[in-house]
């Protein structure tokens, strides 16, 4: 678990206006970001549906999306996740943490699991062939990483759980105890 102070500080010395655009809706994004940080323009208020959805990122970071949310209380699934309903938990004001099996070691994977387990807000799940080793989503945000020690992504996580100003649904749970017990794969 992380202390609160010092991923703020963090947070507050990794903080530019460095950004790059990726796939979206055209309505204009709030960029709250990190150094690398790429931002789409997903609006609130997004479709629920019970089909796939062909989004333009990998792994997505807003659009239309299931009705029932990925549980995300600090949760660590060792399964790779249906995309529909882990954006529905970052419409929640979740963050995603996923890693690359390929890429990323046991070492590594208990790594995020340590910064991610039993943190209301996130979670994390294998991605396979997601295009960097390790990446953390936010509703219109994306941070990738090669290193699961990388500090920006627990300074991802700090500046953009639950944050008013991109959390489209704010206060929404993330508790989803059947999700957990049964998680919807692709």
Request: glycine share 10%.
């Amino acid at each position: 678990m992380r202390s609160a102070p010092a991923g703020l500080a963090l947070a507050g010395l990794l903080l530019t206006g460095c950004t790059s655009t990726v796939g979206g809706s055209a309505s204009p994004a709030v960029e709250v970001t990190l150094a690398d940080t790429e931002v789409a323009a997903y609006p609130p208020g997004q479709l629920h549906t019970d089909e796939d959805v062909d989004y333009p990122e990998t792994p997505p970071v807003g659009g239309e999306h299931d009705p029932q949310w990925a549980d995300c209380t600090g949760s660590v699934y060792d399964v790779e996740l249906r995309r529909e309903n882990a954006v529905h938990s970052l419409e929640h004001g979740a963050v995603w943490v996923t890693y690359d099996p390929a890429e990323v070691d046991a070492g590594g994977v208990a790594t995020l699991a340590a910064l991610v387990e039993g943190t209301s807000g996130m979670f994390l799940s294998p991605y396979p062939g997601q295009g960097s080793p390790v990446s953390a989503q936010a509703w219109n945000h994306q941070l990738r990483a090669d290193d699961p020690a990388d500090p920006r992504i627990e300074a991802f996580a700090t500046l953009l759980v639950s944050n008013p100003d991109t959390t489209p649904e704010l206060g929404a749970t993330c508790e989803n105890p059947a999700f957990l017990a049964a998680p919807l794969t692709p």
